[in-house]
């Protein structure tokens, strides 16, 4: 002690001595040093500091050693989410420049992402949902099939720029989709078999969009998607799991980073690419900063099972068939989506409601084929709110089923009589979820929306004989969220220079190429500027 006292100086000079040294940690980043280990700034400081403790001087030592130590907190581009969107763009940057990325997800990575619902038989509300957020985003647990095509239900790539340029872009998605082994059979198999179907479809009125999609299965994305997270580790991008941005800094109209529940991180390129789950957040940066957003309106319907007899043929040529359907009595448009040919139905929840989505494997099959079947919903004025709208339906039919969702059978609905568990195993369909309540969605659902079901799905039936069979099973609520579109310019930069966005939380996207491929056009821009 006595040495530290003989050696003390006049804080004033040590306080000044720290801000001659600190600036050395920003530009020895900026030089492209690995932020991952100790940079040569930090070597640099942290001997300096060691020096100052052997003088005497431990508050300079102290700082100087903390600082020395201390990882990189400054980049060229910072990601948040690590979903398709995020994921894409960090690998383009990656691959494309040598320019420092940061990729921050508030979910864990995709190999420790397991829902422990099947250990408590509920949901024990993780917090972030497993499900939904971590490496791979909401995406890794659906069924795996990859659409190839610039517009479809939520999506539409030509609003960014010309139609030659987006079909150009989707397949660029595809050959990086490859690179990584998510590849698979490619559908349609027999085209002019697929011709001939949308043929028959359009003498009801009926509309069937061809698309080229390709089936990995929901057992095989975690595996894919840990391999692409390790190919852009390699390339020098630093990934942050478990941990939560919680707003974009902005000065003087300009992204300079972003502040999560640990620290700050700058850099002069944000892109938000948050995913579904971030899509509340998202439009919350965006008002905070006065950039428009627009509504796109909620879809609300109900999962269909069928026994995959039904639906063979049709599936065996077109994997996930895509039918428009406008309804009679209210000239609404109904479509199918998201068919799981062997598939099961499953479990989807939300803070305060359930609803229901399906899956496909890729070796486990089962004796069903199951399918969304959904009516468009646009609130205008005087209410516009079309996420609450979606919330009060799903709340509302949670209720009727007593926290789970409804089972009905389409002949019972047709009745207006509720199901029941005799009923159901009367047919010759065994249900693939069973954790349900056997009641009547008519008690849920909105007449309008249920007028639309019923409809649509007696039309549908002329182009696939037995889809409107008494047996044919209904599960209540499917709901899909169309996140509200945040404005920006073709590049996908919003008015605050140097903040973009990608993927479904903004907006921009819906399924998991045409995330993948928003992914790209940010970083493309990023790279353009230099």
Not at 208 to 226: F, M, N, T, V, Y
Not at 463 to 473: M, Q, S, W
Request: positive net charge; charged residues 25%; aromatic residues 8%.
């Amino acid at each position: 002690m006595a040495y530290s006292n003989r050696r003390l100086i006049p804080q004033s000079l040590q306080d000044h001595f720290i801000k001659l040294l600190l600036p050395l940690t920003a530009l020895f980043s900026k030089w492209g040093l690995n932020p991952n280990s100790f940079t040569v700034a930090g070597v640099v400081i942290t001997s300096v500091g060691a020096a100052a403790c052997v003088m005497g001087y431990i508050r300079l030592a102290g700082i100087l050693i903390l600082k020395g130590t201390e990882k990189n907190m400054n980049y060229d581009v910072i990601i948040v989410g690590g979903g398709p969107a995020g994921l894409f763009s960090a690998y383009y940057l990656s691959e494309h420049s040598t320019k420092s990325v940061l990729l921050i997800d508030k979910g864990k990575v995709s190999q420790k992402r397991t829902c422990p619902i099947k250990s408590y038989q509920e949901c024990i509300k993780c917090k972030p949902c497993n499900i939904l957020s971590g490496i791979g985003g909401a995406g890794l647990f659906s069924d795996g099939k990859l659409n190839y095509i610039y517009k479809l239900g939520k999506t539409d790539l030509s609003q960014f720029m010309p139609l030659h340029q987006a079909e150009k872009l989707i397949d660029e998605t595809e050959q990086i989709f490859n690179k990584f082994g998510m590849d698979g059979p490619t559908y349609p198999t027999d085209m002019e078999e697929a011709r001939e179907i949308r043929k028959r479809a359009k003498r009801y009125g009926i509309d069937l969009l061809i698309i080229k999609q390709k089936h990995l299965g929901s057992d095989r994305l975690p595996e894919h998607i840990a391999c692409m997270a390790d190919f852009i580790k390699s390339k020098g991008v630093v990934i942050h799991t478990s941990e939560e941005v919680k707003e974009v800094l902005i000065e003087k109209n300009h992204a300079v980073g972003v502040a999560t529940n640990r620290k700050n991180y700058f850099a002069d390129n944000v892109i938000l690419a948050p995913g579904r789950v971030g899509a509340d957040w998202v439009g919350g940066q965006a008002q905070k900063n006065g950039i428009r957003l627009k509504q796109r309106g909620i879809e609300v319907g109900v999962r269909v099972e069928v026994h995959k007899d039904i639906m063979q043929d049709l599936c065996d040529v077109i994997y996930d068939p895509t039918f428009f359907i406008q309804t009679a009595k209210y000239d609404d448009q109904t479509r199918t989506f998201c068919t799981n040919k062997g598939g099961f139905v499953s479990l989807e929840r939300y803070s305060n409601f359930v609803c229901v989505n399906g899956h496909a494997y890729r070796d486990k099959k089962s004796q069903n084929t199951n399918f969304a079947f959904l009516s468009k919903v646009v609130l205008t004025e005087p209410v516009t709110d079309n996420q609450a709208y979606g919330e009060s339906i799903g709340s509302l039919a949670t209720l009727i089923g007593g926290g789970k969702p409804i089972l009905q059978r389409f002949g019972d609905l047709k009745r207006g009589r509720r199901s029941t568990w005799h009923r159901i195993r009367k047919g010759y369909i065994e249900p693939t979820m069973t954790d349900v309540v056997c009641g009547d969605i008519a008690m849920a659902l909105p007449e309008r929306i249920l007028t639309n079901i019923i409809e649509g799905l007696e039309k549908l039936n002329h182009v696939v004989p037995g889809v409107a069979n008494d047996e044919t099973l209904l599960y209540a609520p499917e709901i899909k969220f169309f996140a509200t579109q945040v404005e920006t310019a073709s590049d996908l930069e919003t008015k605050i220079k140097g903040m973009y966005v990608a993927g479904d939380g903004p907006g921009v996207a819906g399924n998991i190429v045409s995330a993948s491929a928003t992914g790209l056009i940010p970083a493309k821009a990023i790279i353009a500027k230099g």
